[in-house]
C-alpha cells in the first residue's frame, strides 16, 4: 500500500504544453504540499493546502495552478511549460501541526 | 544568505567511523528542526526531528541542537555503506519546512 502516491513518475514534454501531476494520499493527513526539487537537489516549496483551503503559496508563476478537491488529493497543473520548469516534484502529506511530512516517490519532468 | 544551509560535499567517511553533518539556519524564530535522507532517484524521508537545545539520540543517529548558535547536526556512528545518500537538513516555522541544499554523504567501505 503506497502512502503517497504520484502519477505519473515520468513526464517528458515539449515547451509550451499544458500538463498535469496527480498526487493522492490515504494516511489520513488533513495536509498537503507540492515541492519542486531542481538539479542541485535543492528541495523548494510550492503550495500547502490544508482540508482543500490553500495556506502556503510561495512565489511560483501563476502557470502552476494546484487543486484539491478534497483532503485526500492535491493536483497540479502547469500550463505554458518553459524549460526551467525541469525538475522533480514531490508531493508530501502530513497532520497539520505535526511537520514530519511523508513525501511521494516524485515526478521528473522534463521540458524540451 | 541562504535560509538553510549545508556544505554540499561530498563527505567521504570510512565504514565504521563516524559522519557528522552539520547545518545552520538564519531565522531565529524557527522551531523545529528535521533531518531527511534521500537515495539517489529516491523521495526523502525522515529520519530524525529535534524541539529542544541539546542532543537528541535514536539508534546510531544522533541530532544535536544548538539555538543560539543556529546549528543543527547530524551523527551517524558505526556509519554503514548503507547510509551512503544526501541528508537533507530542514527547519519549520509557523508550518512552512525549509530545507537546505543536502550533504552528500559516501561511506567508504
Known amino acids: 500500500d503506497t502512502a503517497v502516491s504520484q502519477t505519473p513518475k515520468y513526464l517528458v514534454t515539449q515547451m509550451g504544453n499544458d500538463k498535469s501531476i496527480k498526487c493522492e494520499q490515504n494516511?489520513?493527513?488533513?495536509?498537503m504540499y507540492w515541492y519542486k526539487q531542481d538539479s542541485k537537489k535543492f528541495l523548494k516549496i510550492m503550495f500547502s493546502?490544508?482540508?482543500?483551503?490553500?495556506?502556503i503559496n510561495e512565489t511560483v508563476p501563476n502557470r502552476f495552478s494546484p487543486k484539491s478537491p478534497d483532503k485526500a488529493h492535491l493536483n497540479l497543473h502547469i500550463n505554458s511549460l518553459e524549460l526551467g520548469d525541469s525538475a522533480v516534484y514531490f508531493c508530501?502529506?502530513?497532520?497539520?501541526?505535526?511537520?514530519?511530512?511523508?513525501f511521494g516517490s516524485g515526478t521528473q519532468l522534463s521540458v524540451l | 544568505q541562504k535560509e538553510v544551509e549545508q556544505n554540499s560535499g561530498p563527505l567521504s567517511v570510512p565504514e565504521g567511523a563516524i559522519a557528522s553533518l552539520n547545518c545552520t539556519y538564519s531565522?531565529?524564530?524557527?522551531?523545529?528542526f528535521f533531518w531527511y535522507r534521500q537515495y539517489s532517484g529516491k523521495s526523502p524521508e525522515l529520519i530524525m526531528f529535534?524541539?529542544?537545545?541539546g542532543d537528541k539520540e535514536d539508534g546510531r543517529f544522533t541530532a544535536q541542537l544548538n539555538k543560539a548558535s543556529q546549528y543543527v547536526s547530524l551523527l551517524i556512528r558505526d556509519s554503514q555503506p548503507s547510509d551512503s545518500a544526501t541528508y537533507l537538513c530542514?527547519?519549520?516555522?509557523?508550518?512552512?519546512?525549509?530545507f537546505g541544499t543536502g550533504t552528500r554523504l559516501t561511506i567508504i567501505p
Open positions: 508530501a502529506s502530513t497532520d497539520r501541526g505535526e511537520e514530519k511530512l511523508f
Open positions: 494516511l489520513g493527513h488533513d495536509t
Open positions: 493546502y490544508n482540508n482543500k483551503e490553500l495556506i
Open positions: 531565522d531565529r524564530g524557527s522551531q523545529s
Open positions: 529535534i524541539y529542544s537545545n
Open positions: 530542514a527547519v519549520s516555522r509557523n508550518e512552512k519546512l525549509t
